[in-house]
């Protein structure tokens, strides 16, 4: 069984791009930005903040494609 890594993002981080999509465009952004770099991640808008899935072996990997959005 793979072990899975919840990373949280608030919503008022959003950088300025990503402000003016939607919570559904900005959660399907999130997963398509690691999808090409071949993490299959699950992203999601929560009342207050986006929940990324993904597994932890891609966790560094994904810490690279998310700051290269601005997110982190």
Known sequence: MTAITTIRI?????PTPL???TPDAVAEAIEAA???VGI????SDLF????I???TDK?????TV???MGLI
């Not at 608030?10 to 959003?14: C, G, I, M, T, Y």
């Not at 299959?40 to 992203?43: D, L, N, Q, V, Y």
């Not at 966790?59 to 810490?63: G, K, Q, R, S, Y």
């Open 10 to 14: 608030d919503h008022d981080a959003l």
């Open 19 to 21: 402000r003016h999509k």
């Open 34 to 36: 690691l999808l090409e």
């Open 40 to 43: 299959s991640a699950e992203a």
């Open 48 to 51: 207050s903040h986006f929940k």
């Open 53 to 55: 899935e993904l597994p």
């Open 59 to 63: 966790l560094a990997a994904a810490a």
């Open 66 to 68: 998310l700051a290269g």
